[in-house]
């Protein structure tokens, strides 16, 4: 139950456009993405941003704290990149509010994920394999769901640090596409 809540708080509803990397037999594996406005809004209208980093286990915090790191620097290079005028808070002005997690297949099912997300950009593990879903959704000052974006790919273990990277930094590109 308290996995339901915690992913609950990720998301509401999930529809949208999808876009799926294929696997070219390169360092990066196969990811799809997709990503729902719900209201008109530019990203220039805000001040700065205040992260929500959402942790699903407090047993696995740590390891996952390093990973949501990579997530927010990511979002954080791609979002200026895209005119928010300042990644990390101040007190003056309007704040986006970004909200965002990951997990894994281990723990959340995407039968899970349909119920609390909406539905998942689609990419099947085969058993045994370790599949990941980032989810992450920008909010205005008062809390209302402005846009939503998830993405998910099969990991592959033995990937170098820069891959890793690589892999992050296309899933969170590909997702803000939408915006």
Same mark, same amino acid.
């Given at each position: 139950?308290?996995?339901? @809540?915690?992913?609950? %708080? $990720?998301?509401?509803? $999930? ?6 990397? +294929?696997? @070219?037999? +390169?360092?990066?594996?196969? #990811? ?25 286990? +407090? ?8 990973? #949501? ?36 297949? &281990?723990?959340?099912?995407? +039968? ?7 539905? @998942?950009?689609?990419?099947? %593990?085969?058993?045994?394999?370790? &599949? @990941? ?8 000052? *008062?809390?209302?769901?402005?846009? &939503? ?12 640090? *820069?891959?890793?990277?690589?892999? =992050?930094?296309? %899933?969170?590109?590909?997702? #803000?596409?939408? =915006?």
């Amino acid at each position: 139950m308290k996995k339901i @809540t915690c992913i609950s %708080a $990720l998301v509401v509803m $999930l529809a949208g456009c999808s876009m799926v990397q +294929e696997n @070219t037999g +390169e360092s990066v594996p196969s #990811l799809a993405t997709t990503g729902v406005r719900y209201h008109p809004f530019h990203l220039s209208e805000y001040a700065s941003v205040a992260w929500q980093p959402i942790v699903l286990k +407090e047993q696995d915090s740590h390891r996952q704290g390093e990973a #949501l790191t990579a997530v927010q620097d990511s979002l954080a290079q791609q979002l200026s990149a895209m005119g928010v005028a300042n990644t990390v808070p101040v007190k003056k002005g309007p704040v986006l509010v970004v909200r965002y997690g990951m997990v894994t297949n &281990k723990q959340v099912t995407d +039968e899970q994920l349909v119920e609390n997300v909406g539905s @998942t950009p689609g990419v099947l %593990a085969e058993e045994g394999q370790d &599949k @990941t879903t980032l989810v992450v959704q920008l909010l205005n000052t *008062e809390g209302m769901p402005l846009w &939503k974006g998830v993405a998910q790919g099969v990991a592959l273990h033995g990937l170098t640090t *820069e891959q890793k990277r690589e892999q =992050l930094e296309w %899933a969170v590109r590909s997702m #803000l596409d939408d =915006l």
